[in-house]
């Protein structure tokens, strides 16, 4: 029997884990929209899986993971956040909030948490706390899709 989220409580139906513990490749679809060569579901497990922390939104109705967050750090000075993403059905719910409140909370007592965004989402991260600031990056597109990475 599938549950309906309520029209009340916009996260209804949407349990939120730190860990990725019962995610196959098979609940991964449909991220990284707009990507010319985006991972395969295989590739964006193992990028969470090698990742310092983990969050995941999912509905709990499917299993499907609907948004996910992800840091890379050194677990005492730094964190780094290098991806947050929400499939587009399910964004307006207040997921991505959700998601970096428990991101951020994990990371409370490091002195930097950073990351580079897009100027349209940068309200988002400013809506949390971020403060904006000079972001220097260096993109090989050759590998985006991180199949000629070995873990």
Request: aromatic share 8%; proline share 6%.
């Amino acid at each position: 029997m599938q549950s309906s989220p309520s029209t009340d409580d916009p996260l209804s139906g949407i349990a939120f884990r730190s860990d990725l513990t019962g995610v196959e490749a098979e609940h991964l679809t449909g991220f990284f929209v707009g990507w010319p060569d985006p991972p395969e579901t295989h590739r964006h497990l193992a990028i969470l899986a090698g990742s310092h922390a983990v969050e995941v939104a999912v509905d709990e109705s499917t299993g499907q993971v609907v948004g996910f967050i992800n840091a890379i750090s050194d677990g005492i000075l730094a964190a780094y956040i290098p991806l947050l993403e929400v499939l587009p059905a399910y964004q307006g719910r207040g997921i991505a909030r959700t998601l970096i409140e428990r991101l951020l909370a994990r990371y409370a007592d490091l002195y930097m948490i950073d990351l580079c965004c897009d100027e349209n989402v940068a309200p988002v991260y400013e809506s949390r706390g971020f403060q904006r600031a000079l972001c220097m990056a260096r993109r090989n597109f050759d590998r985006q899709s991180a199949e000629a990475v070995s873990p």
